[in-house]
């Protein structure tokens, strides 16, 4: 089964037609997968779309229901990020149709498929249908059709404008109640439908967003929209949004920064590191104190707190040994140290880590308190 299929009893294969409209006249815009068609059509000097029954379903009860019933329910939605629904009209060689917004824009769909779409974005775009979908709720209406070709962003500011209401549905209308959508991103439950079927599709429409962007947080909350028992999923669209802007309040607050900020917050963890071991030093070697040398386990366990190596920590030995014999100094031991420590970190790239600094910091530290304890 295509993605694009329709679980509903009136569908077919459709196909686009764009033609420019020239003198106000309606011109055909778009065929529908389904029983509508769309017109362009110039309003005041602006650009509106009808949408009216294709020819062959035009007059049939079933088709005219349904499309009156797209109109009262959209006719009642006035939310930013839903596109319009403006008037209802009865035009000859189109019969009844529905005066709609036209939305500058590209599909999320066409938007994905060409690469266009970035984690940034798709934050936005999720946090806009959230909006929009939690609004529809509040209405007791649910949409039971997302998908990404329903999902329109607009070239001025890449806003979401949600359309298509075809097979949306309300308590307040006893007809056309079947199970309906596209199979791909329905809910499993098909009957019995509520606020989480479309949770489950938006989920869907995420992990989709997530894998391209590459963003594993988002994938994460969509799983949790996706469960296949309703009562496992997210249960609101404001607990949804809740859930995403969590961790972008802990670990993604990063997107919204430019790249010079991110590097200097990540310089900024590091030094904050390189000091916690220098303090960590210093609370660790008084210990060594009360023992001298003799101490051997304490100054084993201290300096794996910070993480010298062994052949460190033997040189820094030698040294202590030369000086009892007068044959080094502090100079001469700090150098021969510093090459123990340059041999195990052999490229410049290595040095310039915050982990070499920090050896070379407790290194020295060490060294002088051997130096310090030798007669």
């Known amino acids: 089964m295509k993605e694009e299929e329709y679980i509903s009893a009136f569908v077919e294969d459709g196909q686009e037609k764009v033609v420019e409209q020239e003198f106000g006249q309606p011109e055909v815009f778009y065929l529908s997968e389904g029983y509508s068609m769309l017109f362009r059509v110039r309003r005041y000097g602006r650009i509106h779309l009808l949408k009216a029954l294709k020819p062959e379903y035009r007059g049939k009860e079933f088709y005219e229901r349904a499309l009156l019933k797209e109109f009262q329910m959209g006719y009642q939605l006035e939310h930013v990020n839903i596109r319009r629904t403006l008037g209802w009209e009865s035009l000859e060689g189109i019969g009844n149709c529905i005066l709609l917004e036209y939305v500058d824009g590209i599909t999320l769909k066409e938007l994905m498929d060409t690469g266009q779409l970035i984690e940034v974005l798709s934050h936005r775009i999720v946090e806009e249908l959230c909006s929009a979908l939690s609004y529809i709720h509040s209405k007791q209406m649910l949409h039971r059709d997302l998908k990404p070709s329903n999902v329109m962003v607009t070239h001025n500011g890449q806003h979401v404008k949600l359309i298509d209401f075809s097979l949306a549905d309300s308590g307040d209308f006893c007809v056309l109640k079947f199970p309906a959508g596209t199979p791909y991103y329905m809910a499993p439950e098909k009957s019995d439908s509520d606020a989480r079927s479309d949770i489950y599709s938006l989920g869907v429409m995420m992990g989709e967003m997530a894998r391209q962007t590459g963003d594993v947080h988002m994938r994460r909350v969509a799983d949790s929209c996706t469960q296949p ?120 790239t290595a040095r310039q880590g915050s982990m070499y600094h920090a050896q070379r910091t407790a290194a020295r530290l060490f060294l002088d308190h051997l130096l310090k304890a030798a007669p």
């Open 229 to 348: 028992k309703p009562e496992n999923r997210i249960a609101s669209m404001e607990e949804l949004l809740a859930q995403l802007k969590a961790q972008d309040q802990q670990d993604g607050s990063l997107i919204s920064m430019g790249g010079k900020q991110r590097h200097n917050l990540i310089v900024l963890g590091w030094i904050t590191a390189v000091i916690a071991l220098v303090v960590l030093v210093f609370i660790l070697v008084p210990k060594l104190n009360d023992n001298g040398i003799g101490g051997k386990s304490d100054v084993q366990m201290g300096q794996g707190n910070i993480a010298l190596s062994q052949a460190v920590l033997d040189a820094c030995y030698r040294e202590q040994v030369l000086a009892k014999e007068g044959k080094t100094d502090t100079a001469a031991a700090y150098a021969r140290i510093q090459a123990v420590l340059d041999a195990e970190y052999p490229s410049e």
